[in-house]
């Protein structure tokens, strides 16, 4: 079982930056990607961008050149550094990780860019 803890959300005005963190832990497990996702209201959840383990990443072309994901393989932990933040960014990012067997998500946290 894979627990995941996210932080660093909150309100930015456009044009802002923010950095997103997610730890992982439990026991028994390895991790072949994390990454982030995120939910507007209304709208269906997608992908932003995501680490494998060997180093690859997938970026939404929406963020393309203002998003950046990390990942800090011994401390289980992905980063996302989000810069030239603008309202549509506007939503809950939730963290993910899969494993062999499985696919786990964390409980979100919300990012609004609003002046």
């Known amino acids: 079982q894979v627990q995941l803890v996210e932080s660093g959300g909150g309100l930015v005005q456009p044009g802002g930056s923010l950095r997103l963190s997610c730890a992982a832990s439990?026991?028994?497990?390895?991790?072949?990607?994390m990454g982030w996702y995120r939910q507007a209201p209304g709208k269906q959840r997608e992908l932003v961008a995501r680490?494998?383990?060997?180093?690859?990443?997938n970026t939404a072309d929406s963020v393309k050149g203002r998003f950046t994901v990390s990942r800090d393989i011994v401390k289980n932990t992905v980063y996302l550094q989000m810069n030239s933040l603008k309202p549509e960014d506007t939503a809950v990012y939730y963290c993910?990780?899969?494993?062999?067997?499985?696919?786990?998500w964390g409980q979100g946290t919300q990012v609004t860019v609003s002046s």
């Open positions: 680490m494998h383990s060997g180093g690859s990443t």
């Open positions: 993910n990780a899969d494993t062999l067997v499985n696919h786990y």
């Open positions: 439990g026991s028994g497990f390895t991790i072949l990607a």
